[in-house]
């Protein structure tokens, strides 16, 4: 089938330099792109050029570039680097825009990613301009065939004033039937999802576009970029195995049965070990509702031990992306991609009663948590879909290895320098030392098992802050302001949080 089918599109053809033309200084862009998957491969690195261009004529040149989350480095990457973007929403995980963010060059914000397509059409950031959003392929109707994500696409094309569409023929043909594209609508009058089990299908497998508002369809042949999984090491193997004893245990007290437990997971090495452990264990029917598809769901889906997953799109190795795109017609039995206001809503989240796993920086002995600001500041990624999935999550989970950068920093501290996710959100923090199981716990009660999953370098040190913040303040929450950050502090003074002579 060609996979430009419509013969008024085909007659938009030109190249990806020509289209970046129709993007003037100033311009509201909204792409396809999430983790990695189905972003635009080309306007990008021509946008970046463009802007270099006219910075060396002295002239301004930047966008405010929205995506569904974060991209790629011939995406976000290149528009970093170029200094031609203003504002960028909503989650990014790209060291050169990290650094341009930091360095104060660009803004960006990012919030829960099932609210962020309801808050670009709402016009919370001004008219779309321009939406820029690759597919698999355009059907003779001019639908277009989700590639590797669905993301934010629908929302994006309805509200742009233009549309771009690149059509990726690196792209597998045999992705067309995994999407499932669903338009929650407006209120009044909104209706609930009908999502009642994980695969659920509820919608069409293309997008329809108001086929008029397409300015340029541009031809490409590029892989998704995604980064290669560091293989497995000591502490996530550890990390990975106290989660399955919580799984375990869980299953223990009546809350959870070997067949049909609902995952969310968020992307990284310990969650994929956690992958890896499920395979040995005696979980059957394991059922992801989740945001993004990873390796390890795919040795699950090959294992016979996940039935299926449900995600907005693609976080793949390289290895594993390129084994999706040559047996799609297979995987697309088991894998559902949606838009992300679906795949992240609170109402199916809740529905599913699904344990949420994420990823965290710091949490304090209470029980707040810090996914986003290291040091309070210096923003690492975003907060992502994780605040989705741990607000409405039955029971929502967090892995963190003990310690970061070689010990000198302790992922368990006295106060958190950030909260995203507040000690009513959290519930089940692991280590490499076991898990704390902070449900139903007072806050007071909840120190003394921070502390035991907290390194036992750190651990005196915490137990010290505590006892001193309850004689001090024998309140609720004990704290005493002056020493809350003194972790922080140190670290800031000495490049460490322990001591010196400690
Ligand atoms: O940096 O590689 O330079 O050493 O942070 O840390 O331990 O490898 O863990 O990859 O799971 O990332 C919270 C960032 C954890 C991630 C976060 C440094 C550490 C290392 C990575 P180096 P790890 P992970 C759905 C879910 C928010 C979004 C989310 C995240 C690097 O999980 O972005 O959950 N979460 N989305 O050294 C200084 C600390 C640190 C620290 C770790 N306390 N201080 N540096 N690091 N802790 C997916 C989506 O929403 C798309």
Known sequence: MPRIDNAELRGKVM??????????HGAVVATSGFTGAAYPKALPTAIANRAKDLHDRGEPYQIDFLTGASTAPDCDGVLAEADAIRLRFPYQSDP??????????????????????????AGFFGKVDVAIVEATRIDADGNLIPSSGVGNNVEFLDAAEKIIIEVNSWQSEDLEGMADIYRIGAAPGRQHIPIYATGDRIGTTYIDIDVSKVVAVVETDLPDRNAPFKPIDHVSKQIAGHFLDFLEDEVRFGRLRYDGYVMQSGVGNVPNAVMAGLLDSKFENIQAYTEVIQDGMVDLIDAGKMSVASATSFSLSPEYAQKMNEEAAHYRKYIITRPLQVSNHPEVIRRLDLISNNGLIEADIYGNVNSTNVSGSRIMNGIGGSGDFTRNAFTSTFITPSVAKHGAISAIVPFASHIDHTEHDAMVIVSEYGYADLRGLSPQERVPRMIAIAHP?????????????????????????????????????????????A
């Open 96 to 121: 050169s825009m990290r650094q341009a963010i930091n360095e104060g060059r660009m803004g960006y914000f990012d919030t829960h990613l099932s609210h962020t397509a309801r808050q670009v059409t």
């Open 15 to 24: 190249s990806a330099d020509e289209a970046a033309q129709l993007i003037p």
């Open 457 to 501: 370098d750190y651990r005196p040190l915490l137990q010290e802050y505590f006892d001193h913040a309850k004689a001090t303040s024998p309140q609720q929450t004990p704290h005493d302001l002056a020493r809350a950050f003194e972790f922080h502090l140190r670290l800031a003074e000495t490049g460490s949080m322990m001591p010196r002579g």
